[in-house]
């Protein structure tokens, strides 16, 4: 599986390709014919977190105001709070079921490889926050799709998703219909 940059002008010249390299394709992980996309090493390198962490920010900077970052657990976490400070808003994870006191909000949704639950604190997103999603890999689609449904629950409006990368054959921007979309990198189909 090769990966490539989706969105260069996002980046200083020359730091898209480095941050690149850093990603690590395991294949058959955490089950057979699936692909984990490891951004571990890019995570443990300084620049490269850096230089992600400003792409973001660039592409976020696109869409006008945001008031909240949200990321899914647990990678969306790495990015999203980086992505919150840099920005100067606040920063929400939305947690797998069981992990937060009560009271919550939840939704339920699909996984390429088995089913999960997100959840966040009923008072953590305030109606009318325009709030920005953010997580590591678009793969079906399905987790991005619950964060959403989640934010909206709360009576706050999305104003964008960002990945890190995005797998174009599993088709997951479909399920994105109609929102703002942002991959710094993707794996073509």
């Not at 898209?16 to 390299?21: D, F, P, Q, S």
């Not at 620049?47 to 992600?52: E, F, S, T, W």
Request: aromatic share 4%; net charge negative; glycine share 12%.
């Amino acid at each position: 599986m090769t990966l490539e940059v989706r969105e260069p002008e996002l980046f200083e010249p020359g730091r898209a390709h480095e941050a690149l390299r850093r990603v690590r394709a395991v294949p058959d992980h955490p089950v057979a014919g699936v692909t984990f996309q490891d951004v571990t090493p890019l995570l443990a390198d300084g620049q490269g977190l850096h230089d992600v962490v400003e792409a973001f920010a660039l592409a976020a900077a696109r869409r006008g105001e945001v008031d909240l970052v949200v990321g899914m657990e647990a990678r969306g976490f790495l990015l999203g709070a980086p992505l919150a400070l840099r920005l100067g808003t606040g920063f929400v994870p939305l947690r797998k079921a069981g992990k937060l006191p009560p009271p919550t909000r939840s939704v339920s949704y699909e996984l390429e490889y088995g089913s999960a639950e997100l959840e966040v604190g009923r008072k953590s997103i305030p109606a009318g926050a325009r709030v920005l999603v953010v997580d590591d890999v678009l793969a079906t689609g399905g987790t991005a799709e619950a964060a959403c449904a989640l934010v909206e629950q709360c009576g706050a409006r999305v104003v964008g998703v960002d990945f890190l990368l995005e797998i174009d054959v599993l088709a997951g921007r479909t399920r994105l219909s109609g929102r703002s979309v942002t991959s710094l990198f993707g794996v073509p189909a």
